[in-house]
């Protein structure tokens, strides 16, 4: 075996003997403002609803993770500045010299938060019986297999647990951050034998039962008004200067669904912090100036939404499906996206130009705003000209082959402060060129099973980033489950049908499907920046712009870094106190 140390700059400090090492937090995050900090207090955060569940696997909820994310942890886990990952549970590991098999140390002294000891038999647990069981809904099946095959996972011993994959990944420790579960809390139910009732523990009846590792235990949950987590006393990472870590005592969730509300909460003392949109920030940002007690923090986007819009190849109407498919015709829907009126008035200037499916920080990101375009309605008529796409009957609309009226629908979400004003825009711009759009809502919540289901025309919609593409390769590689507007090239048993896809499409298809084993960094940065100029010039979905993180938080929060809510081990309240 080759070692590939994981340790990084990571500094280890011994608690009580040999056998009990904790991870010292925040020594490295000086150029995120962070400083000791002191114990005690309580943080209120705003939830934008209730969680399905409090089983992490029970279910596809952000709401859930945002919770469950203070009180489970995985093997690696992101460094809060650089986004780099580091030990987590896991204290190293070691990689094969063909990249096959991972041997990962245990980290010693880790306690589930009912003081059993964690050990390997957890992590084998969890990956056999869990995360890569197909009764699950939320296992991850898909991210931890390779070559066809889900990741083999062994105890070696109490300390040491084996991976073995099937072929090289470039990308596979990005899915370790995947969190861990006690297995003396569920093996009593066999997940394996009986998926349905596993699915049916950790219910939000019963709070007081989830247990993790990580620095907040449960105390309760007060259906649909408020979640309520305690400082783990036994945590296993300290500051800088050796204080166990979080400073916080108590951690409080208040649930408020509508995002102009929980301003009004914030404004009124109720929360200590709150993400905020562009639409949110001139108003804030000029309190702020004038002297209220707290400040807007404005940061680049890795993560984050960008937002997008598709035409569904599918369509239930063929001659909208035949324009669709032409890249004539989302050539000329590029050209009527007036990204920079939108970035200044819906996200008050605080956005960017997107990249193509990477996020412009991200160490994979290709320069693609060129193939972005101006927006020039002169254009976008001509390329629709180009298609035969004319005004026949002279009623101000143009028509399609056969005479009826170029005209679709546009899915988007009514509960967004960015959505609907986006919506509108474009719809207006498209009128002003002969193209009708009827605006059609629905709550966010139900957008991507109407996707998925092929029930739309065009929608607008947004896909999260991540730090590697190949962890949203069930979205831009064509076939997979969430590359919703072309659903015809995934077969009902959930294989690509190579046949009703386009070359480029397939190309696209072969660059994730080698990205998938490729380990060396430059071919896997080449693979993606050749996807991206695909994207780009394929127009697979329009991109529209990429907002900017935003925050709100009171004075006397010390060590704010932007939360990310959902996001596996981006953890920042482990560090944050009150002055």
């Known amino acids: 075996m080759t070692s590939r140390t994981a340790l990084l700059a990571l500094s280890l400090a011994l608690l009580s003997g040999p056998a009990l090492a904790a991870k010292t937090m925040g020594n490295d995050l000086g150029s995120l403002g962070v400083v000791p900090g002191k114990v005690g207090g309580t943080y209120t955060l705003p939830l934008s609803d209730s969680p399905q569940t409090f089983n992490y696997y029970g279910a596809i909820d952000n709401n859930t993770y945002t919770v469950l994310n203070n009180v489970l942890e995985s093997l690696v886990e992101y460094n809060l500045a650089t986004y780099k990952l580091e030990p987590g549970l896991a204290e190293s590991w070691t990689t094969s010299k063909d990249g096959k098999v991972w041997t990962f140390k245990i980290r010693k002294g880790v306690k589930w938060h009912d003081g059993v000891p964690f050990s390997a038999d957890d992590v084998v647990f969890s990956y056999n019986s869990i995360i890569l069981n197909p009764g699950v809904r939320a296992n991850q099946i898909p991210n931890l297999s390779f070559g066809g095959e889900p990741v083999k996972v062994e105890k070696v011993d109490a300390s040491t647990v084996r991976m073995t994959l099937k072929q090289a990944a470039g990308a596979f420790t990005q899915p370790l951050r995947t969190f861990i579960l006690p297995k003396h809390v569920f093996e009593k139910i066999d997940p394996l034998k009986n998926p349905a009732d596993y ?21 309760g949950y007060v259906a649909g008004q408020k979640i309520s987590l305690v400082r783990n006393p036994d945590y296993w990472k300290v ?37 905020i949109t562009g639409a949110q920030f001139p108003d804030l940002k000029q309190k702020e100036v004038a002297g209220a007690p707290f400040k807007v923090v404005r940061s680049k986007a890795l993560f984050g939404s960008p937002p997008h819009i598709a035409f569904n190849f599918d369509a239930k109407d063929p001659a909208l499906a035949r324009v669709f498919r032409d890249l004539r015709f989302r050539q000329a829907m590029q050209f009527a996206v007036n990204r920079q009126r939108i970035i200044d008035d819906v996200f008050n ?14 160490e994979f990101y290709v320069n693609t705003k060129g193939a972005l375009g101006k927006f020039d309605l002169k254009a976008a008529g001509q ?19 056969g005479g009826k009226n170029l005209e679709f629908d546009l899915t988007y979400a009514t509960d967004s402060t960015v959505y609907p004003p986006i919506a509108t825009i ?14 059609k809502g629905l709550l966010v919540a139900n957008m991507l099973a109407t996707g998925q289901a092929g029930n739309y025309e065009a929608m607008l919609y947004a896909f999260g980033d991540q730090p590697d593409p190949q962890l949203r390769r069930e979205i831009w590689q064509p076939g997979q489950a969430l590359n919703y507007w072309h659903m015809s090239a995934r077969g009902e048993d959930g294989k690509p049908v190579f046949a009703n896809m ?26 993606y920046g050749e996807w991206q100029a695909l994207f780009s010039k394929n127009l697979p979905v329009i991109m529209v712009a990429k907002a900017d993180n935003l925050a709100a938080v009171n004075n006397k929060v010390g060590n704010f870094i932007y939360n990310l809510g959902p996001i596996p081990t981006y953890n920042t309240n482990t560090l944050v106190y009150l002055k």
Do not use: C
Not at 200 to 219: L, N, R
Not at 244 to 261: F, G, M, S, T, V
Not at 383 to 401: A, E, Q, S, V
Not at 502 to 521: H, L, M, N, S
């Open 239 to 275: 500051d800088a200067k050796g204080t166990k870590l979080p400073y916080l005592n108590r951690l409080e969730y208040l649930i408020i669904r509508d995002p102009q509300a929980q301003v009004a909460q914030f404004l009124a003392g109720n929360l200590d912090q709150v993400n």
């Open 426 to 439: 474009f719809q207006n711009d498209l009128k002003s060129i002969g193209v009708k759009v009827n605006l």
């Open 502 to 527: 386009q070359p480029w499409e397939k190309r696209i298809w072969d660059i994730f499907d080698q990205g998938a084993t490729v380990v060396d960094p430059i071919k896997r940065r080449a693979l």
């Open 349 to 362: 200037t605080v956005a960017t130009l997107p990249g193509h499916g990477v996020a412009p920080i991200s």
């Open 199 to 219: 699915m049916k523990m950790w219910g939000t009846d019963k709070s007081t039962e989830v247990i993790g590792t990580g620095p907040f235990k449960f105390a």
């Open 383 to 401: 390329k629709l000209d180009l298609l035969g796409l004319k005004d026949t009957d002279r009623d101000g609309i143009r028509n399609l082959p």
